[in-house]
């Protein structure tokens, strides 16, 4: 069975692609190149927890920074196409709105030991954790 792609998983892909070979990666000099330094060097051991926007900036450099070319992007083999536009296809659906959440309105009839994590935000109850 195959490993999950993940973003990590890509940036560390990218790197091998990058220096050539992957015993060479450690010795990569992407922190000390003329204009600024690798966005990807901190990952390339595929280690850390990469923001999708690093990606995304990578994407964005490559199309010339033109977001609908990012979009319309052509490479079929790119490893960060998935995630060219910030987001992680696999976890679409997950998450969200969490202020939806936050600043509903009450319940009628709430009761006296949830009112004490309640507090007044413009007029509406903000819901605080335990």
Known sequence: MMAE???LRTIRKNCIDCVGLASLVRECGGDKLLDKPCRF???R???GRPKLRVIRENCLWCMGDSPK???ECPSKTCPFLP???GRNPKKAGMGGKIWAFRLRKPEKGISTSTAG???KNHGREVCRPN
Do not use: L, Q, S
């Open 45 to 47: 051991m595929g280690r």
């Open 117 to 119: 994590n309640r507090e």
């Open 69 to 71: 070319a990012v979009k």
């Open 5 to 7: 792609i993940t973003p």
């Open 41 to 43: 060097f901190p990952y």
């Open 83 to 85: 995630y060219r536009m």
